[in-house]
């Protein structure tokens, strides 16, 4: 299963805690042809993987299910502000 470091535990928290944000916010990681897309969402669609780790929440389509369940999220932030995120292979 998809786990998270510290730093991608905050910055989704930071991306779902908005005010009127349901408490089923969490980031959604869906594959695309060219990779993964990642978006916030509400609440999760139908058939998502739940990834819930310090009080973080992800969502894992089945196609990122598949291909992120023996990986790392990591996230940060860049020089220019852009927000980046990076997968890591699980030790």
Same mark, same amino acid.
């Given at each position: 299963?998809? /786990? ?5 535990? /905050?910055?989704?928290? *930071?991306?779902? @805690?908005?005010? @009127?944000?349901? @408490? ?8 695309? @042809?060219?990779?993964?897309?990642? /978006? ?26 598949? *291909? ?24």
């Amino acid at each position: 299963m998809l /786990t998270l470091t510290e730093n991608a535990c /905050t910055i989704v928290k *930071q991306m779902t @805690d908005i005010p @009127d944000a349901p @408490d089923t916010a969490g980031l959604r990681i869906t594959q695309v @042809d060219t990779g993964f897309a990642v /978006t916030a969402t509400a609440q999760p669609e139908a058939g998502d993987e739940v990834v819930v780790q310090n009080g973080a929440t992800v969502y894992l389509d089945a196609g990122a299910a598949d *291909q992120l369940g023996e990986m790392t999220l990591d996230a940060g932030v860049d020089d220019q502000g852009a927000l980046q995120f990076g997968l890591l292979a699980q030790a």
